[in-house]
């Protein structure tokens, strides 16, 4: 669930958005400390706080799977006819397919490919992050959603063994993964990394 760059905390984000920061922050923290017996005390308590927050995050994930589908909001795409891939109003993530998943991918404008789940808490927790990328990337990189319990063969076909899993495509070749949900700061590091200009970069220009 975490990344190498050390990312600072931005106060503005939603809650789940600082959280997923806090907890990634945490986790990183631990993987340096793996060998220092003395913190073994303070260890056990860091990972008892991850595993009770991605119990947590399930619980409810799961208590508001049933009525996920009646509370699921559609996105708005350009008719299915057309060659090009959809043209997405205000910067928002889009359900994809497999035959709209394929389209973008092979445009040649990065896609972000989110795999999640209903009952997947921290792909929940990281659906804000996720919207405002969307809106703030609107033009250098397209956010797409699979839902994996509709799209299983979709998620075999890349290879997804866990949730949430990310995948960034540019010029239709996979160029960079990650496992484990990212907050909004990490998730433009990540993709910053992976070669995609990003506001920062575009406003320093």
Not at 136 to 165: I, N
Not at 170 to 185: F, M
Request: net charge neutral; aromatic share 6%.
């Amino acid at each position: 669930m975490c990344i190498g760059a050390k990312m600072a905390d931005e106060p503005h984000g939603s809650l789940s958005d600082r959280l997923l920061l806090r907890v990634n922050l945490l986790e990183r923290w631990l993987e340096r400390t793996r060998s220092r017996t003395s913190l073994l005390p303070l260890r056990l308590l860091g990972y008892a706080a991850i595993v009770l927050l991605l119990l947590t995050s399930n619980l409810l994930a799961v208590i508001r799977w049933p009525f996920a589908a009646l509370l699921r909001r559609r996105r708005t795409a350009v008719a299915s006819g057309e060659d090009v891939p959809p043209t997405l109003r205000g910067g928002q993530p889009f359900d994809a397919d497999e035959e709209r998943l394929a389209k973008m991918i092979d445009h040649g404008k990065p896609v972000l490919v989110d795999f999640w789940a209903a009952w997947c808490g921290p792909c929940l927790m990281m659906n804000p992050a996720l919207e405002r990328l969307a809106a703030d990337l609107d033009d250098e990189c397209m956010v797409a959603k699979v839902d994996t319990v509709h799209h299983s063969a979709l998620a075999a076909r890349y290879e997804v063994r866990g949730l949430p899993a990310l995948v960034l495509f540019r010029d239709g070749v996979e160029v960079a993964r990650h496992a484990g949900a990212l907050s909004y700061g990490e998730l433009l590091e990540w993709i910053r990394e992976a070669g995609v200009s990003t506001p920062a970069e575009t406003s320093s220009a």
